[in-house]
C-alpha cells in the first residue's frame, strides 16, 4: 500500500545532516527546525500564521480549545472521516454533529449542513449576538468542521457562506490535504478560521512518527494557539489558560523540513498515478465494476488516497492481497455508527451516503515511487477479478 523505504533512500543524507543537527544542537523542543517549519508551511499554504503542534489530533484539538468551544457547544461535521475529527470534539465536552457527504467527492456536503439547520436549529439574535440553538438538545452549534478527504478540498465557498451568514467558526480538517486547492486557487488550511494538518507518516508529507500543524491568518487566534500548545503558560511559569503538552518536537520539523524541499514533485508522482490508474481502469469502470474517484473541476486534488467504489469490495480486496497487492479501506464504519458515539443516537440509514461509502471504498497504492508496470498490475488484477465472476453482484452504483 505504501512503501517509505524507497521515498528514504533519495534524502537520506539530507535528512541524516538535519537529525545530526539538531543532535548537535540539543535543542529539542519548539526551536529554529520548528520556527523555520513554521514559516515555510505558512507561506506555502498562503497563511499569516503557522503553529507546530505533536500530531494531526492535536492540531483539531488545540484549534476547539482556541475557538473556546466546549460544553454545550455543538460541531458540525462529517460522518465519513478518521476517528479524530469527531473524537476530538468530543474531547473538549462539545457534541459532534454527523452530517452524509457528497456521493462524488466523499467530503462533507453542504446541502446536507443547510438541511440540518433548516429542519433541526433556530437562528436567536443579530449579528456579533447572533446565535444558533439546536432544538432537540439545546446546544449552541459554534462552529462547522469540514474534512477535505483523500486530498480534495471540500466546497468550502458553500460552506464558509453558511458559516459567514451564520457567525459559524470554520475548522479545516485538512490533514489529508496539504497543498490542495479549491476551485478558487485557495490552499487547503487558508480557507477557514484555522488550518490543521497531520504529518503522520502515511501522508504525503510525513515525519517519522507523529507531528502536525495548524495554520491561521488570524494574529490573536495564532497566539491564543502558541500559548495553548504549552499548557497555557505565558510568561514561563504563569497560566492564564489551561491548556496542553502540543509541541512540536525539534526533529521532527527537522525532517519535514528537508522533505518539504520534494513535496510538490512527490505531488506530481501522484497525479500522474490517479491519470495512469483512470486510464488502465477505464473497462472495469465502463462495465460498472468499480466507480473512479471524481476531481472537482478546476480545484487541484493531491491524491493522498486513491480511492474507488467497488462492487463486492472485501472480496476484491482478498483477490488483491493473493496478488501481492496492498490495499485499505477508509473508512469501514462511519462515525455516526461508531459505538463510542452511540449516546448521540443516531441510526442505520439516517446518513445513507456514509454508510454506502463505508461498504464500497477501496484505497489503492498511489504513492510516488510506484512503477507503470505496478500499476498496471493493480488495475490488471482488478479486471481479472471482475472478468472472473461466475454471478455479476446485482448491487448497483
Known amino acids: 500500500m505504501l512503501d517509505l523505504t524507497q521515498q528514504y533512500q533519495k534524502i537520506a543524507a539530507e535528512v541524516q545532516a538535519a537529525i545530526t543537527r539538531v543532535c548537535r544542537s540539543q535543542q529539542f523542543i519548539l526551536g529554529a527546525e520548528v520556527r523555520q517549519l513554521e514559516l515555510s508551511l505558512a507561506r506555502y499554504t498562503g497563511c499569516e500564521h503557522g503553529i507546530g503542534v505533536s500530531s494531526g489530533t492535536d492540531a483539531l484539538l488545540l484549534a476547539l480549545m482556541a475557538l473556546g468551544i466546549g460544553q454545550g457547544d455543538e460541531v458540525i461535521t462529517s ?3 478518521f476517528f479524530a475529527t469527531g473524537g476530538t470534539i ?7 454533529v454527523f452530517c452524509d457527504i457528497d456521493g462524488d467527492t466523499f467530503n462533507l456536503s453542504p446541502a446536507r449542513v443547510e438541511e440540518f439547520i433548516a429542519r433541526e436549529c433556530e437562528v436567536r439574535g443579530e449579528g456579533p449576538v447572533r446565535q444558533v440553538i439546536h432544538r432537540s438538545t439545546g446546544g449552541r452549534v459554534k462552529a462547522i468542521m469540514p ?3 483523500y486530498g480534495q478540498v471540500c466546497e468550502m465557498d458553500s460552506l464558509m457562506d453558511i458559516a459567514n451568514r451564520l457567525g459559524l467558526h470554520v475548522i479545516e480538517d485538512a490533514a489529508q490535504a496539504i497543498g490542495a486547492r479549491d476551485g478558487t486557487g485557495q490552499m487547503a488550511g487558508s480557507i477557514g478560521h484555522i488550518g490543521c494538518f497531520s504529518f503522520f507518516p502515511t501522508k504525503n508529507l510525513g515525519a517519522f512518527g507523529d507531528a502536525g500543524l495548524c495554520t491561521t491568518s488570524d494574529r490573536g487566534l495564532a497566539e491564543r494557539m502558541r500559548i495553548l500548545r504549552v499548557h497555557g503558560m505565558e510568561p514561563k511559569y504563569h497560566h492564564s489558560l ?3 503538552n502540543f509541541r512540536l518536537d525539534e526533529i521532527q520539523a527537522a525532517v519535514l ?11 506530481d508522482g501522484r497525479e500522474a498515478h490517479a491519470r495512469q490508474y483512470a486510464e488502465r481502469l477505464k473497462k472495469s469502470a465502463a462495465a460498472g465494476a468499480v466507480v473512479l474517484p471524481v476531481a472537482s473541476e478546476g480545484g487541484h486534488h ?5 480511492v474507488v467504489r467497488a462492487q463486492r469490495r472485501d472480496e476484491l480486496r482478498q483477490y488483491l492481497a493473493a496478488a501481492g497487492v496492498g490495499t485499505e479501506v ?3 464504519i462511519p462515525l455516526h455508527l461508531q459505538r463510542c458515539f452511540a449516546y448521540l443516537d443516531y441510526r442505520t440509514g439516517q446518513l445513507p451516503e456514509a454508510e454506502r461509502a463505508a461498504h464500497e471504498v477501496l484505497a489503492l497504492p498511489v504513492f510516488p515511487e510506484l512503477t507503470p508496470a505496478q500499476i498496471d498490475h493493480v488495475a490488471g488484477t482488478i479486471q481479472r477479478f ?8 446485482q448491487h448497483s452504483f
Open 90 to 96: 468530543a474531547r473538549v465536552g462539545a457534541r459532534p
Open 330 to 332: 477508509y473508512y469501514p
Open 257 to 267: 523540513n528537508v522533505k518539504l524541499k520534494v513535496l510538490d514533485e512527490w505531488r
Open 242 to 244: 489551561i491548556g496542553g
Open 147 to 149: 474534512v477535505h478527504l
Open 302 to 306: 493531491v491524491w493522498n488516497q486513491y
Open 79 to 81: 460522518a465519513f472521516t
Open 386 to 393: 471482475y472478468m472472473a465472476a461466475v454471478a455479476p453482484s
